[in-house]
């Protein structure tokens, strides 16, 4: 969204919009990216025995990462 909202300024808005009120929420804009639901099912199978996941974590925080998106704060 944020990308979309610096090249084209009239999106402004919705980008503004939808920043307040995730941060009401208490969330950050990137905690419903999809690569979250996947590292959380990732971790919950690497938890489960499954070595394999741990392929899948590195591989969605690396893309995480390379698109600028920040992880959630975790739950205190």
Known sequence: MRDRTIRQPDYRVVYG?????????????????PGWARIEDAVQ??????????DTIEREIARLMSD???PPRLAE
Not at 17 to 33: N, Q
């Open 45 to 54: 199978a690497a938890r489960g025995g499954d070595l394999s996941a741990l």
């Open 17 to 33: 919009h939808t920043l307040m009120v995730a941060h009401m929420a208490g969330h950050l804009i990137a905690d419903d990216h």
């Open 68 to 70: 600028g998106v920040k």
